[in-house]
């Protein structure tokens, strides 16, 4: 006998984890949440280190950071955030600079003592003419940066961390880092109110669903369990979108990445929470120290390390790759997914977007407004 629920949601990041608290708060329906890892959280899942007691986030370092007054509401209701402020740096030939590039990167680079207002002419002698309208992601930068800093602080990096020659890249990837001017050393232009929540992200995702209305199956393979229930009103789906659909029209690319966890014995390895590293040879694209994140806590004698490394893994999907061949791919989805009345799709894998975590939320709780 098949088992009745009002809405079924497939994955439990914040897309599918908003909806269902929402649904299950405000509407009253009745939720079950298929989720096939065998934890909660999605992408932003945080955990425990046994050995250190060091609270690391899973899949990369996430920080939560939105200018939405609404977002930030929204969340408030499941936690506080820490103050945590973040800042990157980065290692090009064994020197450190600061990440994105600003006016400290550039006058360290170059040697010079610039100020402010001189930097967009000391800059513009170096951009070759011609890149008016850059094509790729090289030319975006090189038209921005000129080729020096572009060489050092972009293409190594970029090249590893998509595995792609940066000028097959779309330029808007990196419309995603500010260039500055100025000593502004946030890594975000959106981080009005910025933060790590107080006692990590999985808490927020406990909290969001700890309702009688709501009913949380892990390791479930939603293709697999279908056809177990009977679904009422909708189904939100927040897997990947080509999957969902049998890959009919081919496979998206996407890219995932995987981390090497070391224990080292100092209190504090690198001074920062994540060190991004320019260079090709070294392997990995930055190095995580996730201690950082949370400076209110008690320090510990050890520290925890994680190495990021790009990694082409069909099973871990973390990025979309969007030229243009994935975005006309995505296209003839999104056509599709428009057919499917009794289907919602959304989140970074279910609509081929690189959005950050506010943008997540912001689109399901507009989601939940359409369905109320
Ligand atoms: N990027 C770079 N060097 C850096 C940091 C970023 O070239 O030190 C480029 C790279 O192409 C990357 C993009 O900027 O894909 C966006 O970086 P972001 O840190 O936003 O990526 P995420 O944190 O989402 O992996």
Redesign the pocket.
């Known amino acids: 006998m098949k088992k009745e629920t009002d809405y079924l949601i497939v994955g439990s990041g914040f897309f599918g984890s908003v909806l269902a608290e929402r649904i299950s708060r405000v509407l009253n329906k009745r939720v079950t949440i298929l989720e096939k890892r065998n934890h909660i959280g999605g992408n932003c899942y945080s955990h425990r280190d046994e050995e250190t007691g060091i609270e690391y986030h899973k899949y990369?370092t996430h920080i939560f950071h939105t200018n939405s007054k609404e977002v930030l509401q929204y969340l408030s209701q499941f936690t506080e955030l820490n103050g945590y402020y973040h800042q990157?740096l980065?290692t090009h030939k064994n020197r450190v600079y600061q990440?994105?590039i600003n006016l400290e990167t550039i006058n360290a680079f170059f040697g010079v003592n610039l100020r402010p207002f001189e930097v967009k002419d000391f800059l513009s002698q170096k951009i070759p003419k011609g890149l008016d309208n850059p094509k790729n992601?090289e030319e975006k930068?090189i038209s921005q940066i000129g080729p020096e800093l572009y060489n050092a602080?972009?293409?190594g990096?970029?090249a590893k961390?998509?595995q792609k020659d940066?000028k097959d890249?779309p330029a808007s990837?990196?419309n995603?880092?500010p260039i500055r001017s100025s000593y502004n050393e946030s890594?975000f232009n959106n981080g009005r109110y910025q933060g790590i929540p107080l006692e990590g992200f999985t808490a927020i995702f406990e909290k969001m669903l700890d309702h009688e209305l709501i009913e949380v199956h892990l390791e479930k393979d939603y293709f697999q369990e279908r056809d177990n229930y009977e679904v009422l009103e909708k189904t939100i789906y927040t897997g990947p979108i080509d999957r969902y659909f049998e890959y009919c029209f081919g496979k998206l690319d996407w890219r995932s990445v995987r981390f090497e966890h070391e224990v080292k014995d100092v209190e504090d390895y690198q001074g920062t929470s994540v060190m991004?590293y320019?260079d090709l040879e070294a392997p990995y694209t930055r190095i995580h120290e996730p201690k950082h994140l949370h400076p209110e806590r008690k320090s510990t004698q050890k520290t925890l390390i994680i190495k990021e490394y790009s990694h082409d893994d069909e099973q871990a999907p973390y990025?979309p790759i969007n030229d243009e061949k994935n975005k006309e791919l995505y296209r003839q989805y999104a056509q599709k997914a428009k057919q499917e009345k009794d289907v919602l799709f959304g989140g970074r894998l279910g609509t081929y977007s690189?959005y950050d975590m506010d943008q997540v939320i912001a689109q399901a709780l507009t989601q939940f407004q359409k369905l109320s």
Do not use: C, E, H, S
């Open positions: 990369g990157v980065t990440m994105p992601l930068a602080f972009i293409k990096y970029t961390q998509w940066p890249l990837i990196i995603r880092l890594y991004n320019a990025y690189y």
